[in-house]
């Protein structure tokens, strides 16, 4: 499975990204899709991830600001990112399980700042 993600950049606080990862190759039978992110200094952390179902978690600290969703006819995985803050400046990957296997792809820059 390869994993192509896109759609970061810089933004000014208070503005939106949406980013995207499509799954390509050996692709039927993903289940979980998910984003990480991983700031300088800092270990990285879950900020979201969609069940098969349609089951959604998130991160405390983007609860309500962060939309993730999923096309599983195309194998891709969405976040929608909204009232970004400075403190939402990352290195943001995306994540899926097959089966037994996790695969990640690889990040993409966010950077918000005004």
Do not use: H
């Not at 208070?14 to 992110?37: D, E, H």
């Not at 991983?38 to 270990?43: F, R, T």
């Not at 943001?92 to 690889?106: F, L």
């Amino acid at each position: 499975v390869q994993l192509q993600a896109s759609g970061g950049g810089l933004v000014q606080p208070g503005g939106s990204l949406r980013l995207s990862c499509a799954a390509s190759g050996s692709a039927s039978g993903i289940s979980t899709m998910a984003w990480y992110r991983q700031a300088p200094g800092k270990q990285r952390e879950l900020v979201a991830r969609i069940f098969s179902s349609g089951t959604t978690t998130y991160a405390d600290s983007v609860k309500g600001r962060f939309t993730i969703s999923r096309d599983s006819a195309k194998n891709t995985v969405y976040l929608q990112m909204n009232s970004l803050k400075a403190e939402d400046t990352a290195v943001y990957s995306c994540s899926v399980m097959r089966w037994t296997n996790t695969y990640w792809g690889q990040g993409t820059q966010v950077t918000v700042s005004s």
